[in-house]
């Protein structure tokens, strides 16, 4: 089947204003996660949702990020008012979610550029 | 503070010689540790991990090494291919909260392969 998908793969955005950043994830799989990569940066954790939980947001650098996850399955990350300090590749992963580890699969990621 | 460190930005070997990639950690929590490989414009796939129980993992040409006691692991490419020239990111799981299925993430190696 398809893998993670993202979209848009590139966003360019001013300075102030909101983006969403979507994630379709490998279906059937019960678990979301966010990552972003900033330049020169690893992948840092945002937030993960497993099932009916409450998701872990503790990665989430400030209120003006949020996220949702809709029927257990499509994802979507707002952030608003951006700043230049959000220009990141934001990357979405999947997963089962099964009582050993769980492999995650990472979708090819969005580009976010605030100017 | 970076849990996980690969301090070697970058790594140069020639065609059919040993790749050897770095990474150390600073969380004794950690109880399973993964590396990825990721290619430009594509999201990390997963290649190969390894349980803080064990010492050794090993899948065809790669194999991982974990030294519990210095909180060091490494990835072990042999022979190395041009293919295999990608970045690299050592990642681990769990914080200090336990369970967590997030993933921490290292910088990244570049790895190239000259043929």
């Known amino acids: 089947g398809a893998g993670v998908s993202q979209s848009p793969s590139n966003k360019v955005t001013e300075k102030g204003k909101d983006v969403e950043l979507r994630c379709d994830p490998i279906s059937g799989h019960t678990a979301l996660y966010w990552y972003r990569q900033s330049l020169g940066q690893g992948l840092e954790f945002l937030i993960y949702f497993q099932g009916n939980s409450a998701p872990d947001k503790s990665g989430l650098p400030s209120d003006r990020f949020s996220a949702e996850r809709t029927g257990g399955s499509v994802s979507t990350l707002t952030i608003q008012r951006t700043q230049q300090e959000d220009s990141a590749v934001y990357l979405c992963?999947?997963?089962?979610?099964?009582?050993?580890?769980?492999?995650?699969?990472f979708g090819p990621g969005t580009r976010l550029t605030v100017l | 503070d970076q849990q996980v460190k690969q301090n070697s930005p970058s790594l140069s070997v020639q065609e059919g010689r040993i790749s050897i990639l770095n990474c150390d950690y600073t969380?004794?929590?950690?109880?399973?540790f993964l590396w990825y490989k990721k290619y430009p414009a594509e999201g990390p796939t997963f290649l190969i991990s390894i349980s803080s129980i064990k010492d050794k993992n090993e899948d065809g040409r790669f194999t991982v090494f974990l030294n519990k006691s210095a909180k060091h692991l490494s990835l072990h490419i042999v022979p190395s291919q041009p293919g295999d020239s990608a970045v690299y990111f050592c990642?681990?799981?769990?914080?200090?909260?336990?369970?967590?299925?997030?993933?921490?993430f290292g910088k990244g190696t570049k790895l190239t392969v000259n043929p």
């Open positions: 990642a681990a799981r769990g914080d200090d909260r336990g369970g967590s299925e997030k993933l921490v």
């Open positions: 969380n004794s929590m950690f109880d399973y």
């Open positions: 992963a999947s997963s089962l979610w099964t009582s050993s580890y769980n492999e995650q699969f």
